[in-house]
């Protein structure tokens, strides 16, 4: 768990350096997403979050509220982790850069 806390610590700092630097200058760069070394490094950070949110349902928890017992039960692992940080993870996950902006459009016209 150590290795994979740092791994997904360095893809972190990555999307908050990488990020701000990408929105403001990949649009010079012309030509399809897809050619851009960019694009493929956020495609692994993506698979990286995505495993990330997969390996979340299988890590123990100590529940304080049972005197500190490490509760290893999948069923109450998964109960945990969808009443916390799941959703955010989820949202967190969806690679927005993908989606066609008619799409998008579409979602915010009905919304309206």
């Known amino acids: 768990m150590a290795r994979w806390d740092l791994v997904t ?5 990555f999307t908050a350096i990488v990020t701000p630097v990408e929105v403001g200058f990949t649009r010079q760069l012309g ?21 990330d ?17 490490v509760i290893r039960s999948r069923i109450l692992i998964a109960k945990r982790y969808l009443k ?3 959703w955010i993870d989820f949202v967190s996950v969806i690679p927005f850069d993908l989606i066609p902006v008619d799409a998008l459009n579409k979602l915010k016209a009905g919304a309206s």
């Open 9 to 13: 610590t360095f893809f972190l700092l």
């Open 31 to 51: 030509g399809d997403p897809e050619q851009w070394a960019i694009w493929w490094l956020n495609r692994l950070v993506d698979v990286v979050f995505i495993k």
């Open 53 to 69: 949110i997969v390996v979340q349902f299988f890590l123990p928890y100590q529940d304080e509220t049972r005197g500190g017992m």
């Open 84 to 86: 916390g940080w799941f």
